[in-house]
């Protein structure tokens, strides 16, 4: 597992939008009173997609809102790797190395990471467009092995289908996520094997 700080630089002050803003207290109306914590998560989403990561001042300045405890919610951001703590590249790629990604070649995806965005993780390319880490179970072992972008999972990878989806990301595109091979979710390659035969 990696280690999860904030990033050495960082704002002091945090603001929603006001559209954003009007969005939370909208979700925290949700909540029955005393339970405003509730919204903690979606909250921090939310911070997320508008800055593209989480400060030390977001953490603060949500904990204050919803009158949680600072170290709850610093808890929560350091415990779930779908969030950031330090500003990330346009493109910012989990890699899943665990047991059975690294069984299925999570090793050779890392290796790529490291010959296009460097060796060092969560290092932010030049041109702003990459960077990479190391992450822990994303749950989807049955497609290993896989990386993360933003909120959608890459499944069944390769070196070759890897290097193809970081080119497709490079050039703007959007490309279609789930399995890079030739199968529906988690069904085996190819098409059905069981249940073949329809009854008349
Ligand atoms: S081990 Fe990689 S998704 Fe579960």
């Known amino acids: 597992m990696s280690v999860r700080r904030y990033g050495p630089v960082q704002p002091k002050t945090f603001a929603f939008t006001a559209e954003n803003l009007a969005w939370c207290d909208k979700l925290i109306a949700r909540y ?9 998560i979606p909250m921090l989403w939310k911070a997320q997609e508008q800055d593209g990561w989480i400060s030390e001042a977001c953490v603060r300045w949500i904990s204050e809102h919803l009158g949680m405890p600072y170290i709850r919610v610093y808890e929560i951001v350091t415990f779930y790797t ?3 703590m330090a500003p990330v590249g346009r493109t910012h790629v989990q890699v899943c190395g665990t047991t059975p990604c690294m069984l ?3 090793g050779d995806l890392i290796a790529v990471c490291k010959s296009r965005m460097g060796n060092v993780a969560k290092q932010v390319t030049e041109d702003g467009q990459f960077s990479w880490e190391e992450v822990e179970c994303l749950g989807a072992c049955v497609n290993a092995p896989l990386v993360q972008i933003f909120s959608d999972t890459y499944e069944d990878l390769d070196t070759n289908s890897f290097n193809a989806l970081l080119d497709a990301f490079a050039r703007g595109e959007s490309p279609k996520p789930g399995p890079q091979i030739a199968r529906t979710f988690s069904a085996p390659e190819g098409g059905p094997l069981t249940l073949t035969e329809v009854e008349s």
């Open 82 to 84: 779908m969030f950031h």
């Open 104 to 106: 299925r070649g999570a």
């Open 32 to 40: 029955p009173e005393g339970r405003q914590a509730s919204a903690v």
